[in-house]
């Protein structure tokens, strides 16, 4: 599967941005979806996961009741809803596809997209 991410850009803190990830394939609906990020000079975190039916969603904790993980199979779309952003959430996002029903790890993820940069600055 390939995976196109989109929707970055700047944003005030405490606004909203919605991060898109389009994948290519037939078997899209097959895997579980994730959003990492990477700010300048730390590792790739975990930010959310959703499974590939829905049923399961998972968040780093310090995006909890923020950001908001959905999916359109029909689409090939993966969504990344995010609110009342903070300054700690900027860095470049990246969609990834797993196979596992819930994956929340880099190493559990076996295709990646390309990044989107979010800016959080006032």
């Known amino acids: 599967v390939q995976l196109q991410a989109s929707g970055g850009g700047s944003v005030q803190p405490g606004g909203s941005l919605r991060l898109s990830c389009a994948a290519s394939?037939?078997?899209?609906?097959?895997?579980?979806m994730g959003w990492f990020r990477q700010a300048p000079g730390n590792e790739r975190e975990f930010v959310a996961g959703?499974?590939?039916?829905?049923?399961?969603?998972y968040y780093t904790d310090s995006v909890k009741g923020r950001f908001t993980i959905s999916r359109a199979n029909a689409k090939n779309t993966v969504y990344l809803q995010m609110n009342n952003v903070e300054p700690e959430d900027a860095g470049v996002y990246y969609c990834?596809?797993?196979?596992?029903?819930?994956?929340?790890?880099?190493?559990?993820?076996?295709?990646w997209g390309q990044g989107t940069q979010v800016t959080v600055s006032s």
């Open positions: 990834a596809a797993a196979l596992n029903y819930v994956a929340m790890h880099r190493s559990e993820y076996g295709y």
């Open positions: 394939g037939r078997a899209f609906s097959r895997y579980t």
């Open positions: 959703i499974s590939a039916n829905s049923r399961s969603t």
